[in-house]
């Protein structure tokens, strides 16, 4: 596997762990 | 992989910043949308509003409307062959007879309004200043102008 596949692959789960991390924390601001 | 985590960490924290500031974006909008309507709640704010709308309905009628010929213009004028400008919806007696004291007693004047002449008569309108945009007037007369019940009745509803 190239290192650029290896790479975004990466990138998009930290940008989903982001997204999940920031939907929690507005979530439960919003109680 | 441990390597090129190591090498390119600041690239998967970008994304995760990212992540989080489109998770804000997209979420935080809803968070206030939900607020807004929290504080909506009548009840909120005690008897306060109450008493200050029971107090505009309680506050005399403006001098543009003229209360004594209320009941007795309509009858006079659609016995003398005015319209009754009443079947217009969203025009009550006291409309009827502010327009009537303006001059207009007939459909097709109010169909023929221009914008101009629906800037001149709304200034003169008082508390219902507005209402001629709102409900329409201009088509509705035109549609009672032309004795269309069938349409009126379609577009604006029975009555």
């Given at each position: 596997?190239?290192?650029?596949?290896?790479?975004?692959?990466?990138?998009?789960?930290?940008?989903?762990?982001?997204?999940?991390?920031?939907?929690?924390?507005?979530?439960?601001?919003?109680? | 992989?441990?390597?090129l985590?190591?090498?390119?960490?600041?690239?998967?924290?970008?994304?995760?910043?990212?992540?989080?500031?489109?998770?804000?974006?997209?979420?935080?909008?809803?968070?206030?949308?939900?607020?807004?309507?929290?504080?909506?709640?009548?009840?909120?704010?005690?008897?306060?509003?109450?008493?200050?709308?029971?107090?505009?309905?309680?506050?005399?009628a403006?001098?543009?409307?003229?209360?004594?010929p209320?009941?007795?213009?309509?009858?006079?004028?659609?016995?003398?062959?005015?319209?009754?400008l009443?079947?217009?919806?969203?025009?009550?007696?006291?409309?009827?007879?502010?327009?009537?004291?303006?001059?207009?007693?007939?459909?097709?004047?109010?169909?023929?309004?221009?914008?101009?002449?629906?800037?001149?008569?709304?200034?003169?309108?008082?508390?219902?200043?507005?209402?001629?945009?709102?409900?329409?007037?201009?088509?509705?007369?035109?549609?009672?102008?032309?004795?269309?019940?069938?349409?009126?009745?379609?577009?604006?509803?029975k009555?």
């Amino acid at each position: 596997m190239p290192i650029w596949m290896e790479l975004s692959i990466l990138a998009l789960i930290a940008y989903g762990i982001g997204l999940a991390l920031g939907w929690a924390v507005i979530s439960r601001g919003g109680k | 992989m441990i390597e090129l985590v190591a090498e390119f960490w600041w690239v998967l924290i970008a994304a995760l910043l990212i992540g989080v500031v489109v998770a804000w974006l997209l979420f935080a909008n809803r968070r206030t949308r939900v607020e807004a309507l929290r504080t909506g709640d009548v009840l909120d704010e005690g008897a306060a509003p109450a008493q200050r709308n029971q107090a505009l309905i309680d506050r005399p009628a403006p001098p543009t409307a003229p209360a004594a010929p209320v009941p007795a213009a309509p009858a006079q004028l659609t016995a003398t062959g005015g319209d009754d400008l009443s079947r217009i919806k969203g025009v009550g007696p006291k409309l009827v007879a502010l327009l009537h004291s303006l001059g207009v007693t007939r459909f097709d004047q109010i169909a023929g309004w221009t914008d101009a002449d629906i800037a001149r008569i709304d200034a003169q309108l008082g508390n219902f200043s507005g209402r001629i945009e709102r409900d329409s007037w201009v088509e509705q007369a035109g549609y009672l102008a032309r004795g269309d019940s069938a349409g009126f009745e379609s577009r604006f509803g029975k009555g």
